[in-house]
């Protein structure tokens, strides 16, 4: 019983580390979606683009936070390569086809 709860504790510090990298990671591409946004905006001359989702959708987001089964059913495409990488081998292969 005690070893159970031990595992049991190590879990939760495991998994607690894990939501706290999830948290970085989407604080860091909500900077790197404002700056691409930001130079999106620049090259088209015009006001920057509200980064502000509409209330509907905040309310839709924490609605889906803590929703098990939407977790659950969401797709991670997870890379090693960056998306500079990948777009680049995109285009290799485009040429290669033409």
Do not use: Y
């Not at 090259?43 to 959708?57: K, N």
């Amino acid at each position: 019983m005690l070893s159970r709860l031990q595992e049991l504790r190590k879990e939760e510090e495991t998994l607690l580390r894990l939501k706290a990298a999830l948290h970085d990671q989407l604080n860091r591409l909500k900077v790197e979606e404002l700056a691409l946004q930001s130079m999106i905006s620049s090259q088209r001359g015009t006001e920057t683009i509200s980064s502000q989702p509409a209330p509907e959708q905040l309310c839709d987001m924490t609605v889906h936070v803590d929703n098990e089964a939407s977790i659950n059913q969401t797709t991670l495409k997870l890379s090693t390569r960056s998306p500079m990488e990948e777009e680049e081998e995109e285009e290799e292969e485009e040429e290669s086809d033409s």
